[in-house]
Protein backbone atom coordinates (compact mmCIF):
# COMPACT_ATOMS: atom_id res chain seq x y z
CA UNK A 1 0.00 0.00 0.00
CA UNK A 2 1.77 3.73 -0.84
CA UNK A 3 1.82 6.05 1.09
CA UNK A 4 1.09 10.27 0.69
CA UNK A 5 4.37 12.08 0.92
CA UNK A 6 4.89 13.26 4.70
CA UNK A 7 3.69 16.88 3.39
CA UNK A 8 0.78 16.05 1.95
CA UNK A 9 -0.37 14.28 5.39
CA UNK A 10 0.81 17.25 7.13
CA UNK A 11 -1.17 19.10 5.06
CA UNK A 12 -4.25 16.95 4.80
CA UNK A 13 -4.04 16.99 8.78
CA UNK A 14 -3.71 20.81 9.29
CA UNK A 15 -7.13 21.40 6.33
CA UNK A 16 -9.06 19.09 8.45
CA UNK A 17 -7.81 20.67 11.82
CA UNK A 18 -8.85 24.11 10.04
CA UNK A 19 -13.04 22.71 8.96
CA UNK A 20 -13.06 21.58 12.30
CA UNK A 21 -12.34 24.93 14.14
CA UNK A 22 -14.63 26.61 11.52
CA UNK A 23 -17.42 24.07 12.28
CA UNK A 24 -17.03 24.84 16.00
CA UNK A 25 -17.08 28.75 15.42
CA UNK A 26 -20.74 28.22 14.35
CA UNK A 27 -20.39 28.87 10.76
CA UNK A 28 -24.00 27.52 9.22
CA UNK A 29 -21.59 26.10 6.32
CA UNK A 30 -20.88 23.37 8.70
CA UNK A 31 -24.25 22.34 9.10
CA UNK A 32 -25.50 18.67 8.87
CA UNK A 33 -28.99 20.18 6.54
CA UNK A 34 -26.11 21.57 3.92
CA UNK A 35 -25.94 18.62 1.35
CA UNK A 36 -24.05 19.73 -1.64
CA UNK A 37 -25.70 20.36 -5.05
CA UNK A 38 -29.03 21.19 -3.07
CA UNK A 39 -30.13 24.73 -2.72
CA UNK A 40 -30.18 26.53 0.28
CA UNK A 41 -32.90 28.86 2.22
CA UNK A 42 -32.42 32.38 1.88
CA UNK A 43 -33.51 32.62 5.25
CA UNK A 44 -30.32 32.29 7.57
CA UNK A 45 -27.80 30.94 4.48
CA UNK A 46 -24.56 29.24 5.17
CA UNK A 47 -22.55 32.71 3.54
CA UNK A 48 -22.54 35.45 4.83
CA UNK A 49 -25.17 37.97 3.75
CA UNK A 50 -24.75 41.33 3.18
CA UNK A 51 -27.34 43.54 5.24
CA UNK A 52 -28.19 47.05 3.46
CA UNK A 53 -32.07 47.32 5.21
CA UNK A 54 -34.12 45.59 7.72
CA UNK A 55 -37.95 43.95 7.56
CA UNK A 56 -39.80 44.02 10.42
CA UNK A 57 -42.84 41.97 11.08
CA UNK A 58 -44.68 41.16 14.19
CA UNK A 59 -45.97 37.88 15.38
CA UNK A 60 -49.87 36.70 13.55
CA UNK A 61 -53.02 36.71 15.42
CA UNK A 62 -56.43 36.33 14.43
CA UNK A 63 -57.10 40.05 14.69
CA UNK A 64 -55.71 40.92 11.53
CA UNK A 65 -55.16 39.07 8.16
CA UNK A 66 -52.15 37.57 5.88
CA UNK A 67 -49.35 40.10 5.22
CA UNK A 68 -48.85 40.32 1.51
CA UNK A 69 -45.75 42.34 -0.43
CA UNK A 70 -46.42 45.04 -2.80
CA UNK A 71 -44.81 45.02 -5.69
CA UNK A 72 -43.24 48.25 -5.17
CA UNK A 73 -41.35 46.56 -2.36
CA UNK A 74 -40.61 43.88 -4.21
CA UNK A 75 -38.77 45.62 -6.63
CA UNK A 76 -36.61 47.60 -3.77
CA UNK A 77 -35.55 44.29 -2.61
CA UNK A 78 -34.98 42.56 -6.22
CA UNK A 79 -32.68 45.65 -6.70
CA UNK A 80 -30.61 45.13 -3.20
CA UNK A 81 -30.12 41.28 -4.76
CA UNK A 82 -28.80 43.00 -8.00
CA UNK A 83 -26.27 44.60 -6.16
CA UNK A 84 -25.19 41.74 -3.93
CA UNK A 85 -26.77 42.40 -0.89
CA UNK A 86 -29.84 40.70 1.25
CA UNK A 87 -31.74 41.89 4.43
CA UNK A 88 -32.20 41.29 8.10
CA UNK A 89 -35.74 40.09 9.55
CA UNK A 90 -36.54 41.41 12.80
CA UNK A 91 -39.33 39.22 14.14
CA UNK A 92 -41.65 40.12 16.69
CA UNK A 93 -42.68 37.74 18.74
CA UNK A 94 -46.41 38.23 21.34
CA UNK A 95 -44.13 38.85 24.10
CA UNK A 96 -43.13 41.75 22.39
CA UNK A 97 -38.67 40.04 21.68
CA UNK A 98 -37.29 40.81 18.91
CA UNK A 99 -34.51 38.29 16.87
CA UNK A 100 -33.08 38.64 13.85
CA UNK A 101 -32.38 36.37 11.01
CA UNK A 102 -30.17 37.52 7.73
CA UNK A 103 -31.97 36.72 4.24
CA UNK A 104 -30.17 35.84 1.00
CA UNK A 105 -31.50 38.42 -1.92
CA UNK A 106 -28.15 38.07 -3.92
CA UNK A 107 -28.85 34.57 -4.53
CA UNK A 108 -32.52 35.26 -6.07
CA UNK A 109 -34.97 37.65 -4.84
CA UNK A 110 -37.78 36.66 -6.26
CA UNK A 111 -37.14 33.17 -3.95
CA UNK A 112 -36.20 35.14 -0.91
CA UNK A 113 -39.43 37.27 -1.06
CA UNK A 114 -41.46 34.01 -2.04
CA UNK A 115 -39.45 32.44 1.15
CA UNK A 116 -39.63 35.58 3.81
CA UNK A 117 -43.17 36.15 2.98
CA UNK A 118 -44.03 32.34 3.84
CA UNK A 119 -42.13 32.88 7.22
CA UNK A 120 -43.45 36.09 7.89
CA UNK A 121 -47.08 34.54 7.79
CA UNK A 122 -46.25 31.62 9.86
CA UNK A 123 -45.23 33.68 12.50
CA UNK A 124 -47.82 33.19 14.99
CA UNK A 125 -48.21 34.73 18.68
CA UNK A 126 -48.54 32.64 21.39
CA UNK A 127 -48.52 35.80 24.08
CA UNK A 128 -50.78 38.68 24.21
CA UNK A 129 -48.44 41.64 23.62
CA UNK A 130 -47.69 42.96 19.58
CA UNK A 131 -45.06 45.76 19.52
CA UNK A 132 -44.32 46.97 15.94
CA UNK A 133 -42.21 49.66 18.34
CA UNK A 134 -39.84 46.85 19.68
CA UNK A 135 -38.95 46.00 16.09
CA UNK A 136 -37.84 49.52 15.27
CA UNK A 137 -35.77 49.61 18.27
CA UNK A 138 -34.24 46.40 17.40
CA UNK A 139 -32.47 46.98 14.30
CA UNK A 140 -28.70 45.63 13.49
CA UNK A 141 -28.54 47.05 9.57
CA UNK A 142 -26.01 49.49 8.87
CA UNK A 143 -27.67 53.45 9.72
CA UNK A 144 -29.52 55.28 7.29
CA UNK A 145 -30.40 51.98 5.32
CA UNK A 146 -34.26 51.38 4.45
CA UNK A 147 -36.47 49.54 6.94
CA UNK A 148 -39.89 47.45 6.02
CA UNK A 149 -42.56 46.80 8.46
CA UNK A 150 -45.15 44.36 8.21
CA UNK A 151 -48.07 44.64 11.18
CA UNK A 152 -51.41 46.00 11.88
CA UNK A 153 -49.97 49.02 13.74
CA UNK A 154 -51.76 48.13 16.62
CA UNK A 155 -49.06 48.24 19.19
CA UNK A 156 -50.98 46.08 23.08
CA UNK A 157 -48.10 46.82 25.29
CA UNK A 158 -45.42 49.77 25.47
CA UNK A 159 -45.33 52.94 25.29
CA UNK A 160 -47.68 52.78 21.55
CA UNK A 161 -50.25 50.61 23.28
CA UNK A 162 -53.26 51.31 21.75
CA UNK A 163 -55.67 50.14 24.13
CA UNK A 164 -54.18 53.43 26.45
CA UNK A 165 -53.78 55.51 23.03
CA UNK A 166 -57.87 55.07 22.63
CA UNK A 167 -57.18 56.84 19.49
CA UNK A 168 -57.58 60.26 21.16
CA UNK A 169 -54.14 60.90 22.89
CA UNK A 170 -52.64 63.89 21.09
CA UNK A 171 -50.15 62.76 18.68
CA UNK A 172 -47.26 64.53 19.95
CA UNK A 173 -47.88 64.08 23.54
CA UNK A 174 -47.85 60.23 22.32
CA UNK A 175 -44.02 60.81 20.86
CA UNK A 176 -42.59 63.18 23.86
CA UNK A 177 -44.49 59.74 26.26
CA UNK A 178 -42.41 57.41 24.18
CA UNK A 179 -39.12 59.83 24.03
CA UNK A 180 -39.27 59.66 27.78
CA UNK A 181 -39.74 56.43 27.93
CA UNK A 182 -36.88 55.19 26.43
CA UNK A 183 -38.64 53.33 23.48
CA UNK A 184 -38.42 56.23 20.74
CA UNK A 185 -35.79 54.33 17.75
CA UNK A 186 -32.96 55.78 16.14
CA UNK A 187 -34.04 55.32 12.66
CA UNK A 188 -31.63 58.27 11.57
CA UNK A 189 -31.32 59.19 7.77
CA UNK A 190 -33.58 55.82 7.23
CA UNK A 191 -36.41 55.45 4.93
CA UNK A 192 -39.35 54.05 6.26
CA UNK A 193 -42.33 52.04 4.96
CA UNK A 194 -44.89 50.39 6.80
CA UNK A 195 -47.77 48.09 5.12
CA UNK A 196 -50.35 47.79 7.36
CA UNK A 197 -52.28 44.82 7.27
CA UNK A 198 -55.75 44.30 7.09
CA UNK A 199 -57.77 43.66 10.60
CA UNK A 200 -59.86 40.55 10.62
CA UNK A 201 -61.85 38.38 13.40
CA UNK A 202 -63.07 40.40 16.79
CA UNK A 203 -60.80 43.15 15.75
CA UNK A 204 -62.94 46.35 14.53
CA UNK A 205 -62.85 48.24 11.56
CA UNK A 206 -60.61 51.34 11.72
CA UNK A 207 -62.20 54.41 10.59
CA UNK A 208 -61.30 56.41 8.30
CA UNK A 209 -60.33 59.66 11.30
CA UNK A 210 -58.26 56.55 13.30
CA UNK A 211 -56.80 55.47 10.16
CA UNK A 212 -55.59 59.17 10.13
CA UNK A 213 -54.55 58.79 13.89
CA UNK A 214 -53.20 55.67 13.37
CA UNK A 215 -50.79 57.05 10.80
CA UNK A 216 -49.86 60.24 12.60
CA UNK A 217 -48.36 59.00 15.56
CA UNK A 218 -46.20 56.42 13.58
CA UNK A 219 -45.11 58.67 11.59
CA UNK A 220 -44.59 60.92 14.01
CA UNK A 221 -42.56 58.64 16.37
CA UNK A 222 -40.66 57.50 12.98
CA UNK A 223 -39.83 61.52 12.59
CA UNK A 224 -38.83 61.91 15.58
CA UNK A 225 -36.23 59.26 15.86
CA UNK A 226 -34.82 60.85 13.19
CA UNK A 227 -36.76 59.22 9.40
CA UNK A 228 -36.18 61.00 6.40
CA UNK A 229 -38.69 59.82 4.73
CA UNK A 230 -41.92 57.69 5.86
CA UNK A 231 -44.45 55.70 3.53
CA UNK A 232 -47.76 54.16 3.95
CA UNK A 233 -49.37 51.15 2.04
CA UNK A 234 -52.66 49.63 2.82
CA UNK A 235 -52.25 45.81 2.98
CA UNK A 236 -54.20 43.40 0.53
CA UNK A 237 -54.21 40.20 2.75
CA UNK A 238 -57.64 38.69 2.65
CA UNK A 239 -56.87 34.86 4.54
CA UNK A 240 -56.75 35.80 8.22
CA UNK A 241 -54.04 34.45 10.31
CA UNK A 242 -53.46 32.63 13.65
CA UNK A 243 -52.08 33.60 17.18
CA UNK A 244 -53.46 35.05 19.89
CA UNK A 245 -52.84 39.08 20.28
CA UNK A 246 -56.06 40.50 21.42
CA UNK A 247 -57.84 42.67 19.35
CA UNK A 248 -57.37 46.83 20.18
CA UNK A 249 -60.67 48.42 22.00
CA UNK A 250 -61.88 50.66 18.91
CA UNK A 251 -64.13 53.40 20.46
CA UNK A 252 -67.72 53.57 18.23
CA UNK A 253 -69.22 57.05 17.57
CA UNK A 254 -72.73 54.92 17.73
CA UNK A 255 -71.84 53.65 21.11
CA UNK A 256 -75.08 53.88 23.91
CA UNK A 257 -73.97 57.01 26.27
CA UNK A 258 -73.81 55.26 29.64
CA UNK A 259 -76.37 56.54 32.05
CA UNK A 260 -76.66 56.05 35.16
CA UNK A 261 -79.41 57.32 38.22
CA UNK A 262 -78.76 56.94 41.97
CA UNK A 263 -81.69 58.75 43.86
CA UNK A 264 -82.24 62.71 42.60
CA UNK A 265 -78.51 62.24 40.55
CA UNK A 266 -78.30 61.29 36.94
CA UNK A 267 -75.31 60.96 35.12
CA UNK A 268 -74.80 60.29 31.47
CA UNK A 269 -71.24 59.98 30.54
CA UNK A 270 -70.22 60.50 26.94
CA UNK A 271 -66.85 58.78 25.87
CA UNK A 272 -64.57 61.24 24.02
CA UNK A 273 -62.47 59.15 22.06
CA UNK A 274 -65.99 58.28 20.49
CA UNK A 275 -67.79 61.28 19.67
CA UNK A 276 -64.76 63.79 19.08
CA UNK A 277 -61.94 64.08 16.44
CA UNK A 278 -58.36 63.83 17.74
CA UNK A 279 -57.18 66.61 19.99
CA UNK A 280 -60.54 68.54 18.79
CA UNK A 281 -63.35 69.65 20.03
CA UNK A 282 -65.28 68.65 16.69
CA UNK A 283 -68.11 65.69 16.80
CA UNK A 284 -67.33 63.06 14.88
CA UNK A 285 -71.01 62.53 14.34
CA UNK A 286 -72.93 65.58 15.84
CA UNK A 287 -76.66 63.89 15.01
CA UNK A 288 -75.76 60.66 16.51
CA UNK A 289 -74.48 62.47 19.61
CA UNK A 290 -77.84 64.83 19.64
CA UNK A 291 -80.17 61.57 19.31
CA UNK A 292 -78.23 59.43 22.47
CA UNK A 293 -78.27 62.69 24.32
CA UNK A 294 -81.56 63.33 24.26
CA UNK A 295 -82.84 59.90 25.42
CA UNK A 296 -80.28 60.76 28.33
CA UNK A 297 -81.61 63.82 29.13
CA UNK A 298 -85.39 62.46 29.05
CA UNK A 299 -87.50 64.84 31.16
CA UNK A 300 -86.39 67.71 33.24
CA UNK A 301 -88.27 69.89 35.64
CA UNK A 302 -87.41 73.41 36.41
CA UNK A 303 -85.09 72.37 39.45
CA UNK A 304 -83.05 70.49 37.68
CA UNK A 305 -79.16 71.65 37.48
CA UNK A 306 -77.11 70.01 35.46
CA UNK A 307 -73.29 70.36 35.25
CA UNK A 308 -71.16 69.57 32.06
CA UNK A 309 -67.35 68.54 33.44
CA UNK A 310 -64.76 67.77 30.35
CA UNK A 311 -61.92 65.22 31.48
CA UNK A 312 -58.63 63.78 29.75
CA UNK A 313 -56.68 60.29 30.98
CA UNK A 314 -52.77 61.55 32.68
CA UNK A 315 -50.40 59.70 29.87
CA UNK A 316 -46.85 60.86 30.95
CA UNK A 317 -45.43 63.89 29.29
CA UNK A 318 -48.71 64.97 28.85
CA UNK A 319 -49.21 68.87 28.35
CA UNK A 320 -52.26 69.43 30.93
CA UNK A 321 -52.77 73.09 29.94
CA UNK A 322 -53.54 71.71 26.38
CA UNK A 323 -55.73 68.70 28.14
CA UNK A 324 -57.73 71.25 30.50
CA UNK A 325 -58.50 73.58 27.43
CA UNK A 326 -59.15 70.90 25.08
CA UNK A 327 -61.52 68.81 28.19
CA UNK A 328 -63.28 72.53 28.45
CA UNK A 329 -63.85 72.94 24.78
CA UNK A 330 -65.25 69.45 24.63
CA UNK A 331 -67.90 70.36 27.42
CA UNK A 332 -68.69 73.50 26.08
CA UNK A 333 -69.69 71.72 22.47
CA UNK A 334 -72.00 69.40 24.61
CA UNK A 335 -73.48 72.44 26.70
CA UNK A 336 -74.40 73.77 23.53
CA UNK A 337 -76.03 70.43 22.64
CA UNK A 338 -78.14 70.19 25.63
CA UNK A 339 -79.29 73.43 24.56
CA UNK A 340 -80.25 72.64 20.56
CA UNK A 341 -82.21 69.69 22.69
CA UNK A 342 -84.51 72.64 24.42
CA UNK A 343 -82.57 72.72 27.64
CA UNK A 344 -83.58 75.91 29.36
CA UNK A 345 -79.98 77.94 29.97
CA UNK A 346 -80.56 78.07 33.46
CA UNK A 347 -80.73 74.73 34.26
CA UNK A 348 -76.84 74.60 33.28
CA UNK A 349 -75.07 75.56 35.90
CA UNK A 350 -71.32 74.58 35.67
CA UNK A 351 -69.12 74.00 32.58
CA UNK A 352 -65.66 72.81 33.10
CA UNK A 353 -62.74 71.34 31.82
CA UNK A 354 -60.72 69.18 34.38
CA UNK A 355 -57.81 68.07 31.84
CA UNK A 356 -56.12 65.11 33.63
CA UNK A 357 -56.66 66.34 37.27
CA UNK A 358 -59.88 64.63 38.24
CA UNK A 359 -59.95 61.45 36.97
CA UNK A 360 -63.00 59.94 36.64
CA UNK A 361 -61.87 56.04 37.56
CA UNK A 362 -58.28 55.29 38.55
CA UNK A 363 -55.50 54.94 38.08
CA UNK A 364 -54.99 58.66 35.90
CA UNK A 365 -54.10 56.79 32.68
CA UNK A 366 -57.60 54.81 32.18
CA UNK A 367 -58.75 55.79 28.60
CA UNK A 368 -62.27 55.86 30.54
CA UNK A 369 -61.39 58.80 32.00
CA UNK A 370 -61.06 60.79 28.22
CA UNK A 371 -65.03 61.85 28.58
CA UNK A 372 -67.61 64.32 29.12
CA UNK A 373 -69.45 64.23 31.76
CA UNK A 374 -73.17 65.64 32.17
CA UNK A 375 -74.97 65.15 35.71
CA UNK A 376 -78.70 65.66 36.35
CA UNK A 377 -79.10 66.86 39.97
CA UNK A 378 -83.12 67.40 40.80
CA UNK A 379 -84.06 69.17 43.59
CA UNK A 380 -87.88 68.46 44.36
Same mark, same amino acid.
Given at each position: ??????????????????????????????????????????????????????????????????????????????????????????????????????????????????????????????????????????????????????????????????????????????????????????????????????????????????????????????????????????????????????????????????????????????????????????????????????????????????????????????????? %???????????????????????????????????????????? %?????????????
Amino acid at each position: MSRRPLALRRLSRTTAVVAVALCLGGLSACSSGSTPGTSESPLAPSKPVTVAGSVVSTAGSASEMDIVVPDPIKASWADLGSKGSGVEWVQVGGDAKATATPVDLASGADVATTALTKAMNEQTASAPDRSALAGLSALKSPAGDPVWVFSPLLDTTGALDFNQLAFDESPTTVVKAAKKAGELPDLKGRAVVFVVTPVAGEQKKLSALQVGYQRAVWEGVARAGGAKKVTFYDGTGTTPRTGTVNAVDVPDPNDAINSQTQGKVSTCTLPAPALFVSDQPTLIDKKATLKALKACVGKLDTTTKITVEGHTAGVAGADNTFA %KNLSTQRATEVAALLRELKVPAQNITKVVGYGSSKPIVPPASNP %KNRAVVVTFTSQS
